[in-house]
């Protein structure tokens, strides 16, 4: 039985070595070109023979690298995120934008940050992480109820149930917005628009903390992905406890993406392009997928984190600008390409 084994795992481990590697080394090379660009520019070589000035250096260590770094989280969380909710859903166009859970995590930071008060510091950022989650969380819930339909997902449903969330948490925050001051109504606008600009040590730490955790458990839960991609009859024959996963999978990614709402705000279609990029490249296993999807989606909002703060410059464009500006048509192709058949287009 081994000796049969090997010729299907050896090379599928070579694949997940070489797609890792590859996406590891795009990824360094990404990192330090975003930390080099700016208003300030800070040669690559200084950076490795001790000459940065005193500016250089201020830059660098203080607002560049953890800006670059957020963004490496933020991304990484999203793509991931999207990841397992089509492997949950089954069904490519799930996304925790286009079904409502971003906008329901939005709402609940919008609710902490007009009727809770300020709260400052780290403690203040893990309290929008917190309100966040539990946001993301509902959200995520309601549309299991809503999508599920004779014990099986509905596709229309889910979409629906996405728009209809999004729409009440739309509304939800443009009434906040009306009761807000200036000062909170400052920080409302950055949640909606979705920007990186406030990255600082302490919120990084903040987004690492929870957003590891949940990636690594849903890397765990990669293979158990896959055999639900049979469907839940099949899976539970299998010995797969269907609706434990889909708890399991669910709350991490309510935690994963309420941490990166809760410091970046809304930045949509990440989870949506990303996973399809992996999947058409290198096929639908989760085993492969969800970490690949976390090193180009942490690539990808380093990219369009650069361009937002350089392509302006001196100004500053929300990074969630740029990722509408490429998700959109890639969702309308995806649109097509997935329903035209069906109705003779």
Not at 82 to 101: C, M
Not at 148 to 155: G, Y
Request: glycine share 10%; proline share 4%.
């Amino acid at each position: 039985m081994n000796r049969a084994a090997k010729p299907v795992v050896l090379p599928f481990l070579r694949l997940r070595v070489t797609v890792l590697a590859l996406l590891g080394g795009v990824f360094i090379l990404t990192a330090f070109t975003a930390a080099c660009i700016g208003a300030v520019s800070v040669p690559v070589v200084s950076l490795f023979d001790g000459s940065l000035n005193t500016q250089q250096e201020a830059v660098l260590f203080s607002i560049r690298l953890p800006r670059v770094l957020l963004a490496s989280v933020v991304g990484a969380a999203l793509a991931v995120s999207g990841a397992a909710l089509q492997g949950l859903f089954r069904n490519p166009l799930a996304d925790p934008g286009l079904i409502g859970i971003a906008s329901g995590a939005a709402l609940a930071v919008a609710i902490m940050i007009v009727w809770a008060g300020p709260l400052t510091g780290t403690l203040g950022l893990y309290g929008l992480s917190v309100a966040a989650f539990i946001g993301g969380l509902l959200a995520c819930l309601l549309i299991f109820r809503l999508a599920r339909q004779m014990e099986t997902f509905s596709v229309t449903y889910m979409l629906l149930a996405g728009i209809a969330i999004n729409a009440l948490s739309g509304a939800g925050t443009g009434f906040l917005t009306y009761l807000s001051d200036d000062t909170q109504l400052r920080a409302l606008t950055f949640w909606t628009m979705g920007s990186l600009g406030a990255a600082l040590w302490p919120t990084l730490s903040v987004a690492a903390t929870l957003v590891l955790p949940a990636t690594l458990l849903l890397i765990r839960n990669a293979q158990k992905l896959n055999i639900l991609l049979l469907g839940e009859d099949e899976a539970r024959y299998l010995g797969i406890n269907s609706e434990h996963l889909k708890r399991s999978v669910t709350i991490c990614v309510a935690l994963a993406v309420g941490a990166a709402v809760a410091t970046s705000g809304i930045i949509g279609f990440v989870g949506l392009v990303v996973p399809h990029m992996i999947r058409l490249t290198i096929g639908p296993d989760h085993r492969l997928l969800i970490p690949a999807s976390a090193l180009l989606g942490a690539t990808l909002l380093l990219v369009a984190d650069t361009l937002a703060r350089t392509i302006v410059a001196p100004a500053e464009m929300p990074v969630g600008i740029l990722t509408s500006l490429i998700g959109g048509p890639f969702f309308l192709w995806l649109l097509v390409k997935q329903y035209a058949g069906r109705f003779g287009l």
